[in-house]
C-alpha cells in the first residue's frame, strides 16, 4: 500500500510505536502496550487544528490550537489544547514557558475579547462593537491629519509628514502584513513608528 505520511502524522504514528515497543522491552503485554500508547492521543481526537502565531513576542513561534469546533470557519470553537507547530521554521514544535502556558491566557476571565471605551465623563469602560471602534479611530485619526499634516517645510520642500500621532505595530504577523502595514503607516505621513518587539 502506498501511504503519504505528514510530517505531524509521522511523529505522531512513530511515537505511539517507540512507547509500544519500549513497553514491550519492560514485560508488558502487546496488548497492554497497545493501550498505553493509545492513551495520549485520545486526548485530541475529533479536534481541529488551526495554525496560528504566539500571541507574545517578536520571536513569532508558530503554534496549534487544537479545537472542539472548527475556528477557521468561524465557529463557536472551545480550544482545548495549544502546542509549537513542529512545521514552523521560527520555532520548529518548540515554545518557551510563556508560549507553553498560552492556554491559560484563551482561558482567562480577565482576557479582552471585545473592545472597550471609556466614555467622557465616566468612570468606567463599556464594550462597544468591533465597527464602532475602527469607526471611532479612523475618525479621530482623519480629524487629526487634517489639522496637523505638513505638506512643505520652510524651503517649500515636500515633505508630507504628520508629526502628532504615532503607531505601534504588532510584531506576531506574518511579513505581507508587516509589509502592508508599514506602507499604509508610511503613507499617511506618520513618522513616530514602532513595533511591539521593541517596547
Ligand atoms: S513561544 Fe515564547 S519565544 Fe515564541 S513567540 Fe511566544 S513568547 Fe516568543
Known amino acids: 500500500m502506498n501511504m503519504e505520511l505528514s510530517r505531524r502524522t509521522f511523529l505522531k504514528t512513530s511515537g505511539a510505536g517507540i512507547a509500544g515497543t519500549t513497553l514491550g522491552a519492560f514485560g508488558f503485554s502487546e496488548a497492554e502496550a497497545a ?33 472542539k469546533g472548527d475556528l477557521r470557519k468561524g465557529e463557536k470553537a472551545n480550544i482545548v489544547h495549544i502546542e509549537g507547530d513542529a512545521d514552523h521554521p521560527t520555532n520548529r514544535g518548540t515554545l518557551c514557558p510563556k508560549g507553553a502556558a498560552l492556554l491559560d491566557i484563551v482561558k482567562s476571565e480577565t482576557r479582552l475579547t471585545r473592545p472597550m471605551l471609556r466614555k467622557a465623563g465616566s468612570d468606567r469602560f463599556e464594550p462597544i462593537s468591533w465597527d464602532a471602534a475602527l469607526d471611532k479611530i479612523a475618525r479621530a485619526m482623519k480629524d487629526d491629519r487634517d489639522a496637523n499634516f505638513i505638506p512643505t517645510n520652510e524651503a517649500g520642500v515636500t515633505v508630507n509628514r504628520w508629526l502628532t500621532a504615532g503607531f505601534l505595530a504588532a510584531s506576531a504577523t506574518t511579513n505581507e502584513t508587516a509589509f502592508a502595514t508599514y506602507k499604509v503607516v508610511r503613507a499617511t505621513g506618520i513618522l513616530a513608528f514602532d513595533n511591539q518587539a521593541r517596547v
Open 35 to 67: 493501550v498505553a500508547a493509545a492513551v495520549k492521543p485520545f486526548r485530541l481526537v475529533n479536534t481541529t487544528e488551526t495554525r496560528n502565531t504566539c500571541t507574545y513576542c517578536s520571536v513569532a513561534c508558530g503554534i496549534i490550537l487544537y479545537s
